[in-house]
């Protein structure tokens, strides 16, 4: 843990002797993949060494552009490849090494598409989540269906409960999805572009509950999104990812770099510190275009 823990050790130093900060859940050191078309091909991809640690109720936000190696470190850190060079553990345990039913009861992953097999009432997919805590082919029990209903409440679904998935509109069918995941009682969160084909509104409804969630159950978070200015305003820490390397890993303010920005999103980037020292980040010349 030596990468990800040096780095918080001397953030905490510059604080004081003594850290408050919640112990570190998830530690990703030196971690990287490569993708071959064939077995002995040059690699097709490859993800550098990628290093960064994340912690109780902490949101930390993969962000890049397309094909910048986002959904590579989504597998890494989900534990479904096994890093070619270094480590990835969550508490301690290498998430490549877990069985997979350990590894759904300590990780929930929600996809960019979640598309229903069958048709399924809210309730009843819900309780899918808590397939990794029990035998297969077995009914819910009644422990079961408790948890499932507090995991809809959580979200503020419950009543959504007896409506048909298909039925439903995409941010209520987002917050569905999510109390699925948190019905398997996970330790992390993690959501790969959640806020996906939803209006501006339920994005930031779904950022809300999240940064809530993580505060009041101890979840650490970590989002996979191209979206700015979600990542400036929810997350605790940013790693910026661009063409299969890791350039930056902070907070917003030490990620969001005006001439760094530009260089990885190829766009014309003005970038000012808010009164929350969050940074606001606008495509230059439409900074009021939206506003009437």
Known sequence: MSAGSGYHTAAAGAHGAESTEPPVRLNVEQASYAYHARGNAAPVFTL???????????????????????????????????????????????????????????????????????????GEYVLQGRHPHGKSLRFATEEDVVIAENALAQVGAKHLRDRWMHEISGGEKQRIILARALAQQPILLLLDEPTLHLDIGAQVDLLERLQQLAHENRYTVIIVTHELSLAAEFADQVVLLHRGKCLRVGTPAEVFNRELLEQVFEAPLEVAIGPEGRPRVHIRGVRYAVKR
Do not use: C, M, Y
Request: without cysteine; hydrophobic residues 40%; glycine residues 10%.
């Open 48 to 122: 550098g060494a990628t290093s960064f640690v994340a912690r109780q109720r902490e949101i930390v936000a993969i962000l890049g552009p397309n094909a910048s190696g986002k959904s590579t470190l989504v597998g890494l850190i989900s534990g479904a490849l096994k890093p070619l060079s270094g480590r990835v553990e969550l508490e301690g345990f290498e998430t490549s090494r877990l069985d997979p039913r350990t590894r759904a009861q300590r990780i929930a992953v929600v996809h960019q598409e979640s598309p229903l097999l069958f048709p399924a009432r809210t």
